[in-house]
């Protein structure tokens, strides 16, 4: 066996203890992870000595937790929140979000920027990054030498494995190489991916498919995605651009999608979508290109009049319903997932769309694919994201233990800087 082989051997056993400690709220002991994970006692407990030594991980009596019992105490094992922390970055057409997530998931701090991405120059964009990552982590009491890595979240067509958007709605240009980008102005490992992605790894590691094997996120904010779990982990395709359901095709002749292609779902299902068939049927909408605030408003007042009883609005989202059935319909059709989670995100409507949605999804899935099917809608915020932009960074120093990540545990760099041998792990940029 190559030297390689014990090494790669030795992350996806690392891996496996990490992973199975957060999906099981982040108290077990021993003797459970060797029977989940099926390594032996003292491959776990190997394992678990360096993580302990790391400091990645701490132990605690259980009969500290509440747990009676004699003889020897059964000792449980956490993960240490303050061994590392990720920055979270999300890219949306009106802003830019920031967080700071310890290692157990924990949110730290928010902050956000208003701005308007397409506007901006890559430098001009970059600046404003910088500038909110160092203000995020000073809320949090943190500086980057606490810091593992940097999750961030786009929309468009995102090659993960590259970090390479080849079309996003915030960007001007397609094929902006935007982990490069960023990379030039952060020492710490940077990870880029679609958004959808990342509410899909929040949902894994944190919420609706927690301990699910199989399932389909379809995400629904002012554009429609959806992320995949396939086998327990995120399905990302060849290069990295699997699951635009948004991008589907309902029809061969359909309406103009902002994608540049024509009968996408997102032309039935996204804010501009709803906006524009509110115009057919009468709303009054300026006849100018709007901002994300302005649609939203109108969005808010087209749900408003559906809600009152408009009927002319009341159907635009039953229409919206009826696509989104026929489309995750077909999703279940092909994957046969446990569990189908439609997230919303800032437009809240599912009340409105949810009836027409099931009545078309009950119609159109094979009967033996209805058995075990859920089909549930979860309400998320920006917490859900950050917590998805911390998984991506988490999921990576999981998978490639400490020694192969480049840049150091937080508790490592604290150790060399008072040693005076670190050097600035953000470069600074003109703002």
Aim: proline share 5%; with cysteine; net charge positive.
């Amino acid at each position: 066996m190559s030297a390689r082989g014990p090494a790669i051997i030795r992350n996806i056993n690392r891996f496996d203890v990490l992973h199975t400690i957060r999906l099981h709220d982040n108290q077990i002991s021993r003797s459970e992870l060797s029977d989940l994970t099926g390594l032996s006692q003292a491959t776990i407990s190997s394992i678990v000595g360096h993580l302990i030594e790391e400091g990645a991980l701490s132990e605690d009596d259980a009969y500290g937790l509440g747990a009676r019992g004699r003889g020897r105490p059964l000792v449980i094992l956490r993960l240490n929140p303050e061994y590392t922390h990720v920055v979270g970055v999300k890219i949306a057409t009106h802003q830019i979000v920031f967080s700071v997530t310890d290692f157990v998931g924990n949110v730290c701090a928010f902050d956000n920027i208003p701005v308007e991405p397409l506007k901006l120059t890559p430098a001009q964009m970059l600046a404003f990054i910088v500038r909110g990552v160092r203000g995020c982590l000073k809320k949090a009491g943190k500086t980057i030498a606490d810091v593992s890595g940097i999750g961030v979240g786009l929309p468009g067509f995102i090659d993960s494995h590259r970090g390479l958007a080849f079309w996003s709605p915030v960007f001007a240009s397609p094929n902006v190489n935007f982990r490069e980008l960023l990379q030039t102005k952060f020492d710490v490992p940077v990870f880029v991916e679609n958004d959808a992605n990342l509410v899909t790894l929040a949902e894994l590691w944190f919420g609706m498919a927690k301990g699910l094997e199989n399932v389909v996120v379809v995400t629904i904010e002012h554009g429609t995605g959806s992320g995949l779990i396939f086998n327990g982990k995120l399905y990302r395709g060849a290069q990295g651009l699997a699951a635009e359901f948004g991008h589907t095709k309902l029809v061969f002749d359909g309406p103009p999608c902002q994608c540049g292609e024509l009968g996408c779902m997102e032309t039935r299902t996204a804010a501009f979508a709803i906006i524009h068939e509110a115009a057919k049927a009468g709303f009054r909408i300026p006849k100018r290109p709007l901002d994300y605030h302005e649609r939203s408003r109108l969005i808010q007042e087209i749900v408003a009049k559906a809600e009152a009883g408009d009927k002319s609005m009341k159907r635009i989202f039953e229409q919206m319903g009826r696509y989104l059935g026929l489309g995750i319909a077909n999703l279940v059709n092909l994957l046969n997932p446990q569990r189908v989670i439609i997230c919303q995100g800032a437009i809240r409507c599912a009340h409105l769309f949810e009836d027409s949605l099931r009545s078309v999804a009950e119609q159109m899935v094979l009967p033996p694919l209805k058995r075990n099917l859920e089909i549930v809608i979860h309400h998320w915020g920006d917490e859900v994201w950050a917590r998805g932009a911390a998984s991506l960074v988490l999921l990576e120093l999981d998978q490639r233990g400490r020694s192969e990540m480049p840049r150091r545990s937080s508790v490592d760099r604290r150790r060399a800087a008072r040693n005076g041998k670190t050097r600035p792990a953000i470069n600074d940029v003109p703002t």
